[in-house]
């Protein structure tokens, strides 16, 4: 054979050769599989039932079923059960004024806060029951009117802590002053309660627990008594446990 066509052959043998190897380089490969199951997830939650007793008189905060303010008590009786009123025409010439009030949490929810907020808060005249048109000096203010919420043992009298009041929180609240009055408290506010150690803390409301609280209203802030004859002085007070 020409030395030509032998050399012709032999890269043709090369060629072959590459073409083999890459053919049979394809192999077989293994498919691997793994899994695992977290089943039957679900998410449950408990209740947060705030229950508001005055007197004899009981209002709860499941009776509101009405969207949108479900388990939120309006306590007029539109949406749930009414709350009995907790100061009824006192008239406040005689100086302060108090109301009890118990605070439950029927719920299986510990409550993280207890808050209120006096809402709707307005002076005006009371012509309308006395039939008469005359008043004295300058109508007082919502913010004329001081406002203190003690805390107390279930007998309503021995003192616990000073919920919402004038200078430093302790044992018993200070003297009513302005700087807690029915207008400060038109933003929501956040009770107050010991924590243990000799300082105040956000107050807690544990599931099957009740707090007890003593509501004072002073008009001290008014220039003259003679300033609340005929006037009327009207407000909700709203209470809110979160979780």
């Known amino acids: 054979m020409p030395r030509k066509r032998i ?3 032999l890269m043709l043998l090369v060629v072959i050769g590459v073409v083999a190897v890459a053919a049979s380089g394809g ?3 293994a498919s691997f599989s793994a ?4 089943a039957g997830n679900t998410f449950a939650s408990g ?3 705030l229950h508001d007793i005055h007197g004899a008189t009981t209002c709860t905060s499941e009776s ?3 969207g949108p303010n479900f388990n939120v008590n309006p306590g007029d009786g539109s949406n749930g059960d009414s709350c009995a009123v907790l100061f009824d025409n006192i008239d406040l010439g005689s100086g302060a004024t108090t109301a009890n009030l118990d605070l439950n949490n029927a719920g299986t929810i510990d409550a993280s806060d207890v808050k209120f907020q006096v809402l709707n808060c307005s002076v005006g005249d009371n012509s309308a029951n006395t039939g008469s048109s005359v008043t ?3 109508a007082p203010s919502c913010g004329d009117l001081y406002l203190t919420i003690q805390e107390t043992q279930s007998d309503h009298s021995t ?3 000073c919920a919402f009041g004038p200078g430093a929180l302790g044992t018993t609240c200070a003297a009513p002053d302005n700087t807690k009055t029915l207008a400060t408290a038109g933003a929501v506010q956040t009770l107050k309660m010991d924590d243990g150690l000799g300082s105040a803390t956000n107050a807690s409301l544990d599931a099957s627990a009740t707090k007890y609280y003593v509501i004072t209203i002073d008009p001290a802030g008014v220039g003259s008594t003679n300033q609340l004859q005929n006037r009327s002085i009207s407000f909700d007070l709203q209470w809110t446990i979160d979780q």
């Open 7 to 9: 050399k012709q052959y």
């Open 27 to 29: 192999g077989t490969f």
């Open 35 to 38: 899994s695992a199951t977290n």
């Open 47 to 49: 209740t947060l039932f």
């Open 64 to 66: 509101a079923t009405t």
């Open 136 to 138: 004295f000096g300058t």
């Open 159 to 161: 003192a616990a802590f």
